[in-house]
């Protein structure tokens, strides 16, 4: 596995790869690797026969009250990780100049489906994953892209700037990968003390019922208000949004427990 912090030996290595004919396929990551990100390499791998991760955390998705400094970074035992998965081909680790030369700025604007949920919460998030992710598509040049529908609006965002851009790059869902008790993988969780890794855990089973009951014929509204009463009561300290998107057919949902900030989606159940 090539690992290269260096953004000219990246695109020698995927020119090279090219002119064998080779597809590329495209893992972006902010690190702290867990099985979530390896279930993407995965699936990238069944559509590609050359692999790229990038492993940047990207200031410009952070605001300036978030989590950029804390924000768990572990390169050698993510690099260890990969090299025993064996999947990889290079990982690209970028300096800050390499993604951002002349600064932050950018004209590629995150779109519609932006509107809304994270948005409301987190209004420069959607603009600052444009931004890098539009970047490391330049940089990298892939065939295929895999993001997890673990952030699903954000994986929306994604297929629309593409489609807007007119890129030629096949944008590839990942499932989503839970523990034992349905808390889907995260970064972030590595905040989370014994109690509220506990209470994280009814985080799923909460956005599950209401995917149920709505299908059942309770009115989403509703379901959506008690289950935010319902986290509450479980021990969540705030609730940012727990939402039912029609056009998505999914139940979003946002929510702290102390100073860790959690999301979790899942689809309605699918009716016969
Ligand atoms: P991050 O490093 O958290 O920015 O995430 C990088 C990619 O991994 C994004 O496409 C995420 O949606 C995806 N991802 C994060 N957690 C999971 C998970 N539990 N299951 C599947 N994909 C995930």
Redesign the pocket.
Known sequence: MILTTNKDQLSAQIKDWKKNGQRIGFV????ALHD??L??CETAAKNADKLVMSIFVNPTQFAPHEDLDSYPRTLERDIENLNNQGIIDLVYAPEQADIYPDGADSAIKAGPAAQGLESDFRPHFFDGVVNVVYRLFTQVNPDIAV?????FQ?LQVIEEMVADQAMDINIIP?????DDHGL????RNAYLTADELETARMLNQIIYSVAHGISEGVDPDEACKNAAEMLLKAGFDKVDYIAYHPTWSRILAAAWLGKTRLIDNCALPEQD
């Open positions: 972006p990551t902010m690190g979530g990100h279930s993407l993001f997890g529908e673990k952030d954000q990942g499932a989503i990968i839970r889907a993988l995260s970064s």
